[in-house]
């Protein structure tokens, strides 16, 4: 079974940054094995609101795909020696307040939350103006 864990998520004003952490728990489901997980993805969504894409990752190549409210702000990156994904988000907006919510996929759809099959509980981002 796999799990992915959220965490970094706070309470901030306009302008600042976050920095948000998806670590995937894994027994038998390897993330850089076959089968495993091949793409991380970042989705948020606000109370009442449809859940929407933010950024993705390929755990084994460097390609990324970005929502276009986030590009030049967010940056989704991966250590893999700590099985670790990143999203850095620089220069927050109000807008950007919603739960974040890390998902894995053994394929790549990223920008589609229902092709992702495994998904994290969420962490709370809220930007004040």
């Known amino acids: 079974q796999v799990q992915l864990v959220e965490s970094g998520g706070g309470l ?9 952490s998806c670590t995937p728990s894994i027994q038998t489901v390897g993330i850089y094995t ?8 970042w989705f948020r969504q606000a109370s009442g609101q449809e859940r929407e894409f933010v950024a993705a990752i390929r755990m084994t ?3 990324t795909r ?5 590009k030049g702000r967010f940056t989704i990156s991966a250590d893999r020696a700590k099985n670790t994904i990143y ?8 807008e950007d307040t919603a ?5 894995g996929d053994r394929g790549w759809s990223p920008v589609i939350a229902a092709r992702y099959e495994f998904w994290g ?3 709370q981002v809220t930007v004040s103006s």
């Open 12 to 20: 901030v004003q306009a302008g600042s940054s976050l920095r948000l």
């Open 34 to 41: 076959e089968g495993g997980i091949y793409t991380i993805g």
């Open 61 to 63: 190549m460097d390609i």
């Open 66 to 70: 970005y929502a276009d409210p986030v």
């Open 87 to 94: 999203l850095q988000m620089d220069e927050l907006k109000p």
């Open 99 to 103: 739960v974040y919510y890390c998902a």
């Open 121 to 123: 509980q969420g962490t």
